[in-house]
């Protein structure tokens, strides 16, 4: 079994910062990749951003400049950095982590409001 734990989500105010962690504890050989999802609502789920196992990032267009993913290897934990934040990106922020001979695993989610 894999259990990820998120934290961070809150509220803020249009041009704040919030700084998301997942914890990824359990049955885990490797992975293959550490991501960030969104739903907002009335929206589909989309990929925010994503960190793959030899280090490479990428980001959604509307986040890039602003979101930053990184990792903590010896932790097994994925964080994502948000400045700049918008209105836009109010959403329930879900990490998603692929783990090889296991598959993919989703966090509880956690609430980001960003108000105007």
């Known amino acids: 079994q894999v259990q990820l734990v998120e934290s961070g989500g809150g509220l803020v105010q249009a041009g704040g910062s919030l700084r998301l962690s997942c914890a990824v504890s359990?049955?885990?050989?490797?992975?293959?990749?550490m991501s960030w999802y969104r739903q907002a609502p009335g929206k589909q789920r989309e990929r925010v951003a994503i960190?793959?196992?030899?280090?490479?990032?990428n980001y959604v267009d509307s986040v890039k400049g602003r979101f930053t993913i990184s990792r903590d290897n010896v932790k097994t934990s994925v964080y994502l950095q948000m400045n700049s934040l918008k209105p836009e990106d109010t959403a329930v922020y879900y990490c998603?982590?692929?783990?090889?001979?296991?598959?993919?695993?989703w966090g509880q989610g956690t609430q980001v409001t960003v108000s105007s």
């Open positions: 960190i793959l196992r030899g280090g490479s990032t």
């Open positions: 359990g049955s885990i050989f490797s992975i293959n990749s």
């Open positions: 998603g982590v692929d783990v090889e001979r296991a598959g993919f695993y």
